[in-house]
């Protein structure tokens, strides 16, 4: 009884105070409001809050997709040249064509696909293409010297950490150079076609220099792209891990490409 008392009397005097009305208002908006309030959507919020992981550890993440990618790509075509499968493979027709075919419908599927499919197809997806590009990869433990490849697979990696490591440090916004760096790759498709049906010559070590030049970019760019994916689907813990896979082809692509040219430019033949 005291403490309804003394309760119905601090109401009283907050009345006298605020004005009856006045006073009678505020209350309930005060109970509205907490009325409205749920405690389970505060909880999980806080939860995922608490949960959500780091920029700097997304970005880890991605770096470890991406070596994961090359260490399938390393294994199968190392398993492949040493092996001597690959002279089983190409006693098949069309086989490297084949392989090349599936290696683009693969990019094709998870670019058009990446939103719709789980990370659990998205990790398929992207290390199918790694062990298949190991299948393409295979031929080069045969036609180039192994200690040349360790030396430019080194050098790559010297500069493919400096611009990566660049792009992240400095916080690089780079989509202004993304129409360059389109129009260096559809340049270097259409060199690599003509190629295909007739020597370049000298014209050979131009085109290395200009793929090195477009991929260095790339891998600046893409660097950088990893810090926007993950401003925008960071909400989404699904989606995050997908677009870290993506990131982690796009990065592995880069890589790879790199590493041909170089190879191409300084790589020695047996």
């Known amino acids: 009884m005291a403490n309804e008392w003394n309760h119905d009397s601090y109401q009283k005097q907050q009345q006298n105070n605020y004005g009856g009305e006045s006073y009678t208002n505020f209350e309930e908006q005060m109970n509205n409001s907490f009325n409205g309030y749920d405690a389970g959507e505060f909880t999980k919020a806080a939860y995922e809050a608490q949960t959500r992981e780091s920029l700097s550890t997304y970005t880890a993440k991605t770096y470890l997709w991406m ?9 199968v075509s190392a398993g492949i040249g040493y092996t001597g499968a690959w002279y089983s493979l190409i006693q098949v027709p069309g086989i490297m064509i084949a392989v090349l075919i599936a290696e683009l419908a693969v990019v094709i599927l998870m670019s058009a696909m990446i939103r719709k499919m789980s990370p659990a197809a998205a990790a398929a997806c992207f290390f199918t293409y790694a062990a298949l590009t190991g299948v393409t990869f295979s031929l080069y433990f045969i036609v180039y010297d192994l200690y040349s490849m360790i030396l430019v697979f080194v050098a790559t990696a010297m500069f493919f950490g400096l611009l990566a490591g660049a792009a992240l440090v400095f916080k690089l916004q780079l989509d202004s150079i993304r129409p360059f760096l389109f129009g260096g790759l559809i340049l270097l498709i259409v060199f690599g076609l003509l190629s295909m049906f007739m020597g370049l010559g000298a014209f050979d070590t131009v085109i290395c220099y200009l793929g090195i030049a477009v991929f260095l970019g790339y891998t ?10 993950y401003a925008y689907y960071r909400s989404d813990a699904a989606m995050l891990k997908k677009a870290s896979i993506f990131s982690a082809l796009q990065l592995y692509l880069d890589f790879v490409n790199l590493f041909l040219y170089i190879l191409r430019l300084l790589g020695k033949k047996k």
């Open 67 to 75: 070596f994961a990618g090359l260490l399938v790509t390393f294994l």
């Open 220 to 229: 600046a760019y893409d660097t950088a792209k990893i810090r926007d994916y």
